[in-house]
């Protein structure tokens, strides 16, 4: 028997995920903790000698305080899903596109600006821009803007923080592409853009191409995450990655809470985590062959492969 605590903010006290995988593992007998950051206190310099806790798990919002309580566990010894120093390079957007652009990933030209009169500055050549928080989660204040002139409008747009991001439109369908890593296959679905509300989509599955498989699986490693999702667009030259995110909703995964629960303890047994330096890459900033050959494969019809 393993003994858990999810830390869970209140916004997601009433979600399906990750509630559901932790009433998952309390069915299957494990002791479960659900530990709320804006409703209790941890005596944080304790935590070794207070938490018994096999692995501690997060569900936050960005700028969130369960983040600090997750790295507070990490700091103090304790195993954590994901890894705690991981996260933060995934939640700062401004972080992911330069570790995304240092491995060879194919992620948008990315500005950073802390005021929307910044902007002004991008040059033309580079327009259209989606402008988004550079905390930002779940589309939230995503914006496409078509010309300089339409800046404008994003002056009386204020954001919690006030950081932003600017990065170049890749023209594509209409619609996101969402592949979600459950700790051990990977699931593709189709969703709606918030760039392109007109386009209807309904959410589901898709099979999954071997090549953005093995493009999902070398994220994973570059940026050391176990559970996450990516996603992705496809654009006049293939895939472009958008956005990566710490456990993300496993929306339209079959039967989700137990393929993630049984990832988060074998992961709580040390088995398998992806903590560590990331893929080397080679000189063209691709991964090597042999690695390659060590992605998921697709075939035909399915949804989900192992990792």
Same mark, same amino acid.
């Given at each position: 028997?393993?003994?858990?605590?999810?830390? &869970?903010?209140?916004?997601?006290?009433?979600?399906?995920?990750?509630?559901?995988?932790?009433?998952?593992?309390?069915?299957?007998?494990?002791?479960?903790? /659900?530990?709320?950051?804006?409703?209790?206190?941890?005596?944080?310099?304790?935590?070794?000698?207070?938490?018994?806790?096999?692995?501690?798990?997060?569900?936050?919002?960005?700028?969130?305080?369960?983040?600090?309580?997750?790295? =507070?566990?990490? =700091?103090?010894?304790?195993?954590? /899903?994901?890894?705690?120093?991981?996260?933060?390079?995934?939640?700062?957007?401004?972080?992911?596109?330069?570790? !995304?652009?240092?491995?060879?990933?194919?992620?948008?030209?990315?500005?950073?600006?802390? $005021?929307?009169?910044?902007?002004?500055?991008?040059?033309?050549?580079?327009?259209? &821009?989606? @402008?988004?928080?550079?905390?930002?989660?779940?589309?939230?204040?995503?914006?496409?803007?078509?010309?300089?002139?339409?800046?404008?409008? &994003?002056?009386?747009?204020?954001?919690?923080?006030?950081?932003?991001?600017?990065?170049? #439109?890749?023209?594509?369908?209409?619609?996101?592409?969402?592949? #979600?890593?459950?700790?051990?296959?990977?699931?593709?679905?189709?969703?709606?853009?918030?760039?392109?509300?007109?386009?209807?989509?309904?959410?589901?599955?898709?099979?999954?191409?071997?090549?953005?498989?093995?493009?999902?699986?070398?994220?994973?490693?570059?940026?050391?995450?176990?559970?996450?999702?990516?996603?992705? @667009?496809?654009?006049?030259?293939?895939?472009?990655?958008?956005?990566?995110?710490?456990?993300?909703?496993?929306?339209?995964?079959?039967? =989700?809470?137990?393929?993630?629960?049984?990832?988060? &303890?074998?992961? !709580?047994?040390?088995?398998?985590? $992806?903590?560590?330096?990331?893929?080397?890459?080679?000189?063209?900033?691709?991964?090597?062959?042999?690695?390659?050959?060590?992605?998921? !494969?697709?075939?035909?019809?399915?949804?989900?492969?192992?990792?």
């Amino acid at each position: 028997m393993k003994k858990l605590c999810f830390v &869970l903010e209140d916004c997601y006290r009433h979600d399906n995920m990750p509630l559901a995988v932790a009433h998952r593992l309390i069915e299957w007998g494990h002791d479960v903790d /659900i530990l709320d950051p804006m409703n209790s206190i941890a005596r944080v310099s304790d935590l070794l000698r207070d938490s018994d806790h096999d692995a501690w798990i997060l569900k936050s919002v960005s700028g969130g305080p369960g983040l600090s309580l997750l790295e =507070a566990a990490a =700091a103090s010894g304790l195993r954590t /899903i994901n890894d705690a120093r991981s996260i933060p390079a995934v939640r700062d957007k401004a972080v992911a596109a330069a570790v !995304a652009r240092r491995h060879g990933l194919p992620f948008p030209l990315t500005y950073f600006a802390a $005021a929307p009169e910044l902007l002004h500055t991008v040059p033309l050549e580079h327009y259209p &821009l989606v @402008v988004k928080p550079a905390n930002g989660s779940s589309g939230r204040c995503v914006r496409l803007v078509a010309t300089p002139h339409d800046l404008l409008d &994003l002056q009386a747009w204020t954001i919690d923080d006030g950081w932003l991001l600017a990065q170049t #439109y890749v023209p594509n369908p209409g619609v996101d592409i969402k592949v #979600y890593n459950t700790g051990d296959e990977l699931y593709a679905t189709v969703q709606r853009s918030p760039l392109h509300p007109d386009i209807l989509a309904e959410g589901h599955l898709i099979t999954l191409s071997s090549d953005l498989a093995r493009l999902v699986t070398f994220i994973g490693v570059v940026f050391r995450l176990d559970l996450y999702g990516v996603d992705v @667009v496809e654009g006049p030259n293939g895939w472009v990655v958008v956005d990566v995110n710490d456990f993300p909703s496993f929306n339209w995964v079959p039967d =989700a809470p137990a393929r993630v629960a049984r990832s988060v &303890l074998r992961l !709580a047994n040390g088995n398998g985590s $992806a903590a560590g330096p990331a893929l080397g890459v080679d000189t063209a900033g691709k991964p090597s062959r042999d690695r390659e050959a060590d992605a998921p !494969a697709a075939t035909t019809g399915r949804t989900g492969y192992a990792t």
